[in-house]
């Protein structure tokens, strides 16, 4: 299978994301516009960010940080969360359990 080949989604005016899931985790592959807010939220499935190109300021239980790339982040679990796109993005994000509410 080829990322590509994945049917394209947009969640978030200015983002694109396609997922891939398996029997116990879920990988979005992001691509934010340049000044896009990600709203605050929480969810219970643990994820791990990953910058793969761009600027990412990544908001963790009130706590900011740009994120460039190369940097990963680990969010547990029901913790609150919010993002913005300093600059045109992409990112890897890893969730475990399935996201079932993105297939």
């Not at 990322?3 to 947009?10: F, I, K, L, S, Y």
């Not at 600027?55 to 940080?65: Q, R």
């Amino acid at each position: 299978m080829k990322v590509d080949d994945v049917e394209e989604q947009e969640l978030i005016p200015g983002t694109r994301v396609r997922f891939i899931h398996s029997d116990r985790m879920t990988v979005a592959y992001w691509q934010f516009d340049p000044g896009i807010d990600l709203p605050e939220h929480s969810h219970p499935h643990e994820q791990i960010c990953n910058v793969i190109d761009g600027d990412f300021e990544l908001t963790v239980d009130g706590v900011p940080e740009i994120m460039t790339e190369g940097h990963c982040r680990v969010i547990p679990p029901d913790v609150v969360h919010s993002g913005h796109s300093v600059t045109a993005c992409k990112i890897i994000d890893v969730f475990s359990p399935v996201r079932e509410d993105y297939r």
